[in-house]
């Protein structure tokens, strides 16, 4: 239904859960958030887009699109404004965007970050750190390349509480 009625992408927790989507005839684009080496290769296999959250992971990811003989596949990068579990840091941006800049190998489709406490009011000022952080990182990353990602920050508490941090997407999930 959802790719139906024109969602632009789904996100699931494990590659296996892609590829049980793929196998009921889903052909729209699914980002694993939980991406790691040992599904790699299964993930190209049935074109499920990974989270890269660290310098390894985008260097390990890279090695099995090239073993794969793919080009230009896409990948959702992850930066870190505060929840401190996974992502690219602050300081990381310019390597990051030197290390992407002109890969023919891999191609940004969305810069995202998570909100670590959107649903609660008393860390309002927090989340409002989050979002501005974000938009600037995001913003940096961005001057890199010769095509704009799509942006998306917003969860569901987010989608309600925070217009800000709707940006080109939003995650419903709760």
């Known amino acids: 239904m959802l790719?139906?009625?024109?969602v632009s992408y789904l996100a699931v927790a494990f590659a296996d859960e892609g590829v049980v989507l793929r196998s009921k005839g889903i052909?729209?684009?699914?980002?694993?958030?939980?991406?790691?080496q040992?599904?790699?290769?299964?993930?190209?296999?049935?074109?499920?887009?990974?989270?890269?959250?660290?310098?390894?992971?985008?260097?390990?990811?890279?090695?099995?699109v090239h073993r794969?003989?793919?080009?230009?596949?896409?990948?959702?990068?992850?930066?870190?404004?505060?929840?401190?579990?996974?992502?690219?840091?602050?300081?990381d941006i310019d390597i990051l965007g030197r290390v992407l800049h002109?890969?023919?190998?891999?191609?940004?489709?969305?810069?995202?970050?998570?909100?670590?406490?959107?649903?609660?009011?008393?860390e309002d000022a927090f989340t409002r750190k989050q979002i501005e952080l974000f938009d600037y990182m995001s913003q940096q990353l961005i001057e890199w390349f010769d095509y704009t990602p799509l942006r998306h920050l917003a969860n569901s508490a987010a989608i309600v509480r925070f217009k800000e941090a709707a940006f080109d997407m939003c995650r419903v999930g709760l």
């Open 3 to 6: 790719q139906h009625e024109g």
């Open 68 to 91: 794969a003989g793919r080009h230009n596949y896409p990948i959702h990068i992850k930066l870190d404004t505060g929840m401190h579990r996974l992502g690219f840091m602050e300081d």
């Open 27 to 36: 052909t729209m684009p699914i980002v694993v958030l939980n991406a790691d």
């Open 38 to 64: 040992d599904s790699f290769d299964v993930m190209i296999a049935h074109d499920l887009e990974p989270e890269i959250y660290s310098f390894h992971s985008l260097d390990e990811f890279r090695r099995a």
């Open 102 to 122: 002109g890969d023919e190998v891999l191609r940004v489709a969305t810069i995202f970050s998570h909100l670590s406490c959107a649903d609660v009011p008393s």
